[in-house]
């Protein structure tokens, strides 16, 4: 999962016409943590996706403008635009993240 450092970095990776996903989180998040513990096996079988994550709190704007109210979220974007996302209360295990990957319809 390649690291976002900018805002700018942030927009050109969503614009794109193929589906990505952005993981946002926070290093004092016990659930990212959490996350972090199986997310790479998912990110290697969903491998037909761009995967991304930024610090949520490095970019408290982008976190508003696209309601990432809890942490981790997992939000998939096409041609700049949110078009699905796994709130943190429904991020917790890997059945649940790839259930939520299995409903998308990208």
Wanted: charged share 25%.
């Amino acid at each position: 999962m390649k690291e976002l450092q900018t805002a700018e970095q942030f927009q050109e990776v969503i614009s794109g016409d193929k589906p990505v996903i952005v993981k946002f989180y926070a290093t004092w998040c016990p659930d990212c943590t959490r996350m972090n513990m199986f997310i790479d096996d998912i990110v290697h079988e969903y491998s037909q996706y761009d995967w991304f994550e930024i610090n949520r709190d490095d970019f408290p704007e982008l976190a508003e403008k696209y309601q990432v109210m809890g942490i981790p979220s997992l939000l998939v974007f096409r041609n700049g635009e949110k078009i699905a996302h796994l709130h943190s209360a429904n991020a917790k295990t890997p059945e649940e993240v790839k259930e939520f990957l299995q409903s998308l319809t990208v």
